[in-house]
């Protein structure tokens, strides 16, 4: 059986995380480089209003068990921020 990714996460309280497939020039773009080597990147947005809390950007190219690691890894480093964030600017009270 195959699994897609995710296209949005909710982690709750309000946080969401999109999920987006995109190319190395896009994700270079993100970082204002010239060029990304990475496999994947988390873009915090918090408080700009976008209706979500930030991205995880995967490179299109990956094979399917890498782009689940990758998104996995971004995770983590989503929910790390986001604990972090809402210590300090709680959503709910």
């Known amino acids: 059986m195959r699994y897609r990714l995710p296209r949005r996460v ?3 309280r309000g946080y969401w995380i999109k999920v987006l497939l995109t190319g190395r020039r896009d994700m270079a773009d993100v970082l204002e480089e ?9 873009v915090e947005h918090f408080g700009e209003g976008l209706g979500y809390s930030g991205r995880i950007l995967i490179y ?8 689940w690691e990758a998104y996995f890894h971004e995770l983590i480093h989503a929910v790390n921020d986001i604990m972090a964030y809402d210590r300090d600017h709680p959503l709910l009270t």
Do not use: I, M, N
């Open 10 to 12: 909710s982690l709750g």
């Open 34 to 42: 010239e060029t990304c080597s990475a496999d994947a990147l988390w």
């Open 60 to 67: 299109d190219r990956l094979s399917a068990q890498r782009k």
